[in-house]
Nanobody
Framework: QVQLVESGGGLVQAGGSLRLSCAAS????????MGWYRQAPGKQRELVAT???????NYADSVKGRFTISRDNAKNMVYLQMNSLKSEDTAVYYC?????????WGQGTQVTVSS
């Protein structure tokens, strides 16, 4: 079992910034991909960004240039720096990890961006 705990969400005004953190614990050996997804009310969960152990990143077009994903393998953590936030970014953000063939999810942290 892998446990993922997110933190850093909150309420910000449009144009502001937040930094989300995700700490992985438990059976962490074998995790290769980590990332962030988000889900707005009434919407499907969507990919925000992913990062592999070697540092390769992938971003959704909607956040490219504004968000930066990074990870600290030694600390088993992944981060999402969110700049120039828009109201459309409002959602619950979920930490994601793939360990071997299993998808693991955190409980989510709320990000609310006011206009």
């Amino acid at each position: 079992q892998v446990q993922l705990v997110e933190s850093g969400g909150g309420l910000v005004q449009a144009g502001g910034s937040l930094r989300l953190s995700c700490a992985a614990s438990g059976s962490i050996f074998g995790i290769n991909i980590m990332g962030w997804y988000r889900q707005a009310p009434g919407k499907q969960r969507e990919l925000v960004a992913t990062i592999i152990s070697g540092g390769t990143t992938n971003y959704a077009d909607s956040v490219k240039g504004r968000f930066t994903i990074s990870r600290d393998n030694a600390k088993n953590m992944v981060y999402l720096q969110m700049n120039s936030l828009k109201s459309e970014d409002t959602a619950v953000y979920y930490c994601y990890a793939r360990r071997w063939y299993s998808d693991c999810w955190g409980q989510g942290t709320q990000v609310t961006v006011s206009s």
